[in-house]
């Protein structure tokens, strides 16, 4: 798993106030591709305006845009404090608030607010009902998959053990193994490709290793359980009331709860586009040096295959598309949040779900970080790192 870093949080664009599908920014690289909404199976016509498509705000939004000046080159000092209601516009099922109670900057980078990943282009995603075999999903049972004596065919994916408790947290065994394998990886965790998807078209043509992560297995469509059934966490969304709100460490806006969440709730998706390995190097290029990125690789199975081909290498961007999942910033090892991977429309695990756990209890008000997995003296990224302030005991920026 890797994110790229981006520059300093100075450089986004600025914030006026208002948010969520309000961008101002030409949404020309969409028109003529395909975009589908995995979990809701709604697709979008290639020819439809996509500021018309994300949460039918555009119309407003445009009506909202500031006249005179483009808000990416006004003044960035305004409302002080400033606190928003919900940025998702009700994208989402609960409201995500946002506040700003340390200064009256209030920039914010501009960027579409979605609740469910977006494909977009070439990048292959397979949702069809058809690929799903009877061991892979439990036909024959109904009400609450949890409730039943027997784990079904669901639970195979972690060796016959349902991963969420009837409490809907994280089974503590699953999850603490999990903070083991990731805090402290062991070599044989770690997948060598033989061609690596990741340094094909480079000069350097090494595989640096994936770490070869457990799944998450929810119940879905195929299941004959009901929608309620305790075996679908992460499809029902978030439910922690989350904020965004200025850091006073200078590491932009974050995110953290409005109430305090047990040690394995779930959080919230990590949200974007789904694009393929070869598009997020294009855009890579575009962008070096230039804003933020947040690209993640869907990288948690690249072992299933000896040679992944391009349009099966897939990573999420949520720099133009995303949810609140975009503003979690990075902690170098301690976080309080993990990211698991979750299967739930397709057992094809090159296109998956990256769902945030909490690792311990967090306090109400805490900041929510995860560890991006950065390699901060990897000079060969063509995204310069930031510099980093997580304040960890453990902190890999050694310039820090
Ligand atoms: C995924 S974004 C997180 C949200 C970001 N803070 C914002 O305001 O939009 C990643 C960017 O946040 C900043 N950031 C995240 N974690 C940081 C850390 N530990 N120290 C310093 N900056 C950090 C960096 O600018 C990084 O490129």
């Not at 395909?34 to 697709?43: T, Y």
């Not at 972690?158 to 394998?181: C, P, S, W």
Request: net charge negative; proline share 4%.
């Amino acid at each position: 798993m890797e994110i790229n870093g981006g520059d300093d949080f100075s450089s986004g664009s600025n914030f006026d106030g208002d948010f969520g599908g309000c961008n101002n920014y030409n949404p020309l690289p969409y028109s003529g591709k395909q975009l589908i909404f995995p979990n809701s199976g709604k697709s979008v016509h290639p020819n439809q305006n996509i500021s018309k498509i994300i949460n039918g705000l555009s119309e407003k939004c445009l009506e909202e845009q500031p006249k005179g000046p483009s808000s990416s080159t006004m003044a960035t000092q305004n409302n002080y404090p400033l606190h928003i209601g919900d940025i998702t516009k009700g994208a989402e099922s609960v409201q995500i608030s946002l506040a700003n109670d340390l200064d009256g900057f209030n920039e914010l980078p501009k960027f579409f607010y979605i609740a469910e990943n977006i494909v977009y282009k070439d990048a292959h995603v397979n949702f069809s009902l058809a690929r799903i075999s009877d061991d892979n999903c439990c036909s024959q049972c109904f009400g609450d998959c949890l409730a039943s004596d027997l784990p079904c065919a669901c639970a195979c994916e972690t060796r016959g053990v349902f991963a969420y408790t009837r409490e809907g947290l994280l089974n503590e065994k699953f999850l603490d193994e999990y903070i083991e394998m990731i805090w402290e990886p062991k070599r044989k965790d770690y997948y060598y490709c033989e061609e690596c998807p990741l340094e094909r078209g480079k000069r350097r043509k090494k595989c640096e290793g994936h770490l070869c992560r457990k799944f998450i297995k929810e119940c879905w469509s195929k299941c004959g359980c009901s929608k309620k059934c305790g075996n679908r966490i992460v499809q029902r969304g978030i439910r922690a009331n989350l904020q965004v709100f200025k850091t006073y460490e200078r590491k932009g806006w974050g995110v953290r709860s409005l109430h305090a969440l047990k040690k394995g709730s779930f959080v919230c998706e990590y949200v974007g586009e789904i694009v393929t390995n070869l598009e997020l190097h294009e855009r890579n290029q575009r962008r070096a040096g230039k804003e933020h990125t947040y690209p993640v690789l869907l990288d948690a199975d690249w072992n299933s295959e000896r040679i992944l081909k391009d349009e099966e290498a897939l990573c999420l961007d949520a720099t133009e598309f995303g949810n609140v999942a975009r503003f979690i910033n990075h902690r170098c090892h301690d976080s309080n949040l993990i990211e698991i991977p979750v299967e739930i429309e397709t057992p094809d695990h090159h296109y998956y779900h990256l769902a945030f756990f909490t690792t311990r209890n967090v306090e109400a008000m805490e900041e929510l970080t995860w560890d991006y997995g950065i390699r901060f003296d990897d000079k060969t990224h063509p995204v310069k790192a930031f510099k980093c302030k997580c304040g960890s005991p453990y902190c890999r920026d050694r310039k820090a």
